[in-house]
């Protein structure tokens, strides 16, 4: 919205966990687990034209093998089938695309039995994809417009947007090794069919592994980097991490013990409303989360308040009291 967006074009679906393997999931209540995939489909209209992209990541950060496998398995899917989107090919070829290439990864990771003929013969991949991968895209979310004339398969034409997202998910159930269970991923683009092929419209946003990884649901920091080293030789033993509700600094309970670390955090917060301080103990820092660069970003915001904690004396009084003494404060990245 922060860009020009006028409205949502949807009810999101944010779905961690086992919740991730249901298709329209809107509760949006659960609790994330470090542990968990999260699903994020949403969209946003402009001039009355809507959008439709679904992410996933890993709320620790780091995808596990297991879901790693799938989440590779549907991103491989998705190409494929952007691949497929051309004009002059039919709707649905780049709907069998997605069951071709889902099925035989699913047979690769032993998740389902037999020749690819076969399993695609028997249906045995719907057991973890029953949705087609995609859909009209404009004036609404699921535009007008027919999928097939005369029984036949619509013909793509320039001009056309469409929905590229297969997905697969994975609920607990017999013959599905548990290191499995609940991984729930969807990777979803809008594609816009030209003359000479396609464009996707909503590509620029995270997908890769290695691009998830970079921009991250959670903001973390590499304990031997000097900016981690700037923040625990400041704070003794203070440190950015992972958390459940976003940017986390935790301060050392020693150091909060003696020195009521609570009262410059909560300060620091009403000066800075895109801090939040959640128990005292530590602060979520918002706006990191919707900038190009959210390490960047957090690091910035992380560094303005260790200087201004040092600028208020308290910094000095704490390590005093704690009997801790104050070391030289290596350069931020």
Known sequence: ???????????????SGPNACVLHYRDNNRQAQAS??????????VDGYASDITRTFPVSGKFSGEQKAIYELVLATQLACIDAVQPGRMFHDYHEVAERVLAQGLIDLKLCEGTLEGVLESGAY???????????????????????????????????????EP??????????????????????????????GNENLTGSTPKTVADVDRAGVRIGVNKNSAYDLYLTRTLKNAQLVRGENGVELFVSEK?????????????????????RVMDGRFMEIRQAMGTPRPREAAAAYLRNFVEEMKASG???????RSNQPDA???PAE
């Open 314 to 320: 308290f910094v000095a009084d704490a390590l005093k």
């Open 255 to 275: 150091l909060e013990a003696t020195a009521g670390v609570k009262q410059p955090i909560a300060a620091y917060a009403e000066k800075h409303p895109e801090v």
């Open 167 to 196: 997905g697969c998910y994975i609920r607990p159930a017999d013959k599905v090794p548990e290191e499995f269970w609940d991984i729930g991923v969807r990777i979803e683009d809008d594609v816009l069919v030209t003359a000479a």
């Open 328 to 330: 030289a404060v290596a």
């Open 36 to 45: 968990d995939l999260l699903l994020i489909d949403a969209g946003c209209e």
């Open 1 to 15: 919205m922060r860009s020009g967006a006028q409205a949502v074009a949807y009810p999101s679906i944010v779905a």
């Open 126 to 164: 719907k057991q973890f994809y029953m949705h087609r991968a995609g859909h009209w895209l404009g004036l609404d979310v699921h535009d007008v417009g027919l999928y097939r004339i005369d029984g036949e398969s619509r013909r793509l034409e320039p001009g056309m947007v469409l929905t590229v």
